[in-house]
């Protein structure tokens, strides 16, 4: 890991995840002979590729053919290897998610499926390439483990934290470079959300539940909802599954109203996982930011994250409303 | 049993293993006969004479591999394992039952001996696949073998594993097709035809050896034949009857899927007798 320190952009420097993905893999490959890696004809895009100069015999190719990379994934976990298995998230989960079900998922095999261009940052290249429903798809299976890291600190941790999870692991990536939010001390945890922004005690108005490249617009609300008078406490929840219900209903008790926010469609994904918690042990109004059940389309990253309402300006609108009917007992 | 049985001896094996694979479709009242069936003198030649095995040591890293592609043939395979020392024969009888290890379909982490959960066809050959290229990449010398239905390669995920083998020259690799020419709507033939099959898997790079499924020296000469192959996988296409050894269930599509009552399993017990009342594999 200290080979990639100078690797990692500075705090609000941008950098795809991607890179750093392939970079962690290649020290993870260094540190434990076990770690394989597949791809699917895309390890230029996914920087699997990375890997596979490094270390050309524990590299394989399966084509594009992405139902056997996950079988031979599989084959490879069984006989005590470590393999991780990358493409673009809608062919992983999609086009192979019965393989996932069956040959990884059911008999627990330690398989790590690493995705990227996840969302509709994919961009140009439209409906058919944005997974907007893999979250959802990954976190419905028993077994699955399901990560979405928000900046490059935390890809590099949570390649290190799959490998030493005993079992299936899906991470999601998105394509574009993104601006680095946490400091050298931030430690990601399977199954730890992270609060970070914690207004003082007893004067939060509203939770930001957020994952993935939706992390970096709810500080951004954060701030915004301060101007207009209201404290928003900001939590992390890259570990979507298993999911750190503790911190998520402590934050709905503290303040009373919650929105999610993620890359992805409203439903199935963190925002689905958050309610199911809420709705069971502290119900609050809530709020949903992501794709509202349509497909994606070509466009600049930017334009459609601004055309599917993921952004601060969303995340505040729907904060003012949840906050104006808040729990208060 | 030692595992390096004489062909002679894998006959009274396979007799003794299809008359459990009735007991237990009777006991479960659901199950595979017909694919069972015509799967198990391939299953008695792999674990009784072929593969180098422990089964005090199923987890021994350098031992060969199976995968049941066809897991629907899962009592077959179950016979094979209790018979072999993986687990007591009177667990047999628990197939398909609420709790028990014997799933409908194998289940790797509930049954010593099953090296890949499976029952969703197609997956099975890109698994051994896997497992072949770890042999490959560790410098060990342990084989995989991969059971598929003539049905099953139906699958187009079967030719993306075959593809892969060849281009990875898995010599440590052998599929077998259990070629008996039915899948659950009827023949293959007519359901969707995959001949011509040997030209099929020549064509994709693999080493084609064929077989009677029901002969073991037939088996043997076909395995012995693929050990000497260099730098491609190899397959046997083992030309099998559904249903074999029960008269009234050979060639019949409508027993892929439904068990014998008590009455019709008798019948089919009474032929799977030994003829001398040896009873000496059971």
């Known amino acids: 890991m200290t080979n990639l320190a100078d690797r ?77 298995a990358s493409t673009f998230a809608v062919f992983a989960t999609g086009r192979a998610f019965e393989q996932i079900r069956n040959s990884v998922a059911c008999p627990r095999l330690n398989v790590k ?14 409906a058919s390439h944005q997974a907007i429903e893999d979250v959802a798809l990954m976190r419905v299976l028993p077994n699955m483990c399901v990560l979405v890291p928000a900046d490059a600190i935390e890809i590099g941790q949570m390649v290190y934290a799959a490998a030493a999870w005993d079992g299936p692991v899906y991470i999601r990536m998105g394509r574009s470079p993104v601006p680095t939010i946490f400091d050298d001390g931030y430690t990601f945890v399977i199954g730890r959300a992270k609060i970070v922004r914690r207004p003082q005690e007893g004067l939060a108005d509203v939770t930001l539940i957020a994952a993935g490249s939706m992390v970096v617009h709810c500080l951004e609300a954060a701030k915004r909802l301060r101007e207009e008078g209201l404290e928003a406490m900001v939590i992390n929840c890259s570990s979507v599954k298993p999911l ?68 601060a300006e969303e995340i505040v609108r729907a904060a003012v409303q949840v906050a104006a009917v808040r729990r208060t007992s | 049993m030692a ?138 010398t342990y084989r995989v073998y991969a059971l598929l239905g003539d049905g099953e390669i139906n699958e187009g995920m079967i030719w993306e594993g075959a593809m892969a083998a060849a281009h990875y020259k898995l010599d440590n690799l052998v599929a077998i097709v259990d070629s008996n020419g039915l899948q659950i709507d009827g023949p293959t033939a007519t359901v969707m035809n995959t001949a011509p099959l040997s030209d099929k898997w020549s064509a994709f790079g693999w080493q084609v050896e064929l077989a009677d499924g029901h002969d073991f020296e037939s088996l043997t000469q076909a395995l012995n034949g693929l050990r000497q192959n260099r730098g491609r996988p190899g397959v046997i296409i083992a030309r099998t009857v559904k249903g074999k050894g029960v008269s009234f269930m050979e060639n019949k599509a409508e027993w892929h899927g439904v068990a014998p009552n008590r009455e019709l399993a008798d019948r089919a017990l009474a032929e799977l007798a030994d003829p001398k009342g040896d009873l000496s594999y059971d």
Request: proline fraction near 4%.
């Open chain 2, 3 to 140: 595992g390096k049985e004489t062909l002679k001896d894998l006959e009274k094996v396979a007799r003794s293993l299809r008359r459990d694979i009735i007991e237990m479709l009777t006991a479960a009242q659901s199950g595979h006969p017909g694919g069972s069936l015509s799967a198990t003198d391939i299953l008695a030649v792999l674990y009784f004479h072929e593969m180098r095995i422990d089964p005090l040591n199923p987890d021994w890293a350098d031992r060969d591999r199976f995968v049941l592609s066809k897991g629907h043939a899962a009592p077959a395979l179950y016979a094979a394992l209790a018979h072999r020392g993986y687990f007591a024969k009177k667990e047999l009888i628990t197939l398909r039952k609420l709790g028990s290890n014997l799933q409908g379909h194998p289940d790797m982490e509930r049954v010593p001996g099953v090296d890949m959960s499976t029952g969703s066809l197609g997956h099975g050959l890109s698994v051994a696949v896997g497992m072949a290229l770890a042999g490959k990449t560790d410098g060990k």
């Open chain 1, 113 to 126: 499926i690493v995705a990227s261009h996840a969302g509709v940052d994919v961009g140009e290249d439209g």
């Open chain 1, 8 to 84: 990692i952009p500075p705090k609000g420097k941008k950098v795809a995840l991607r890179e750093i993905y392939g970079l962690t893999l290649v020290e993870l490959g260094k540190d434990n002979g076990d770690v394989v890696a597949l791809d699917a004809d895309l390890s230029g895009s996914t920087k699997s590729s990375k890997f596979a100069r490094a270390f050309p015999d524990r590299f394989y190719n399966a084509g594009v053919a992405e139902q056997n990379m996950i079988g031979m994934a599989a084959g490879l976990a069984a006989c005590g290897k470590i393999p991780f």
């Open chain 1, 244 to 311: 750190d219900k503790e911190t998520i209903i402590m934050a709905a008790r503290e303040s009373g109203a919650v929105v999610t926010a993620e890359e992805h469609s409203v439903i199935g994904g963190l925002g689905s996982a958050v309610a199911e918690v809420l709705s069971e042990s502290y119900p609050v109004p809530m709020a949903f930011i992501g794709v509202k059940d349509r497909f994606g389309q070509s466009g600049k990253p930017a334009e459609l994250m601004e055309h599917y309402a993921l952004s």
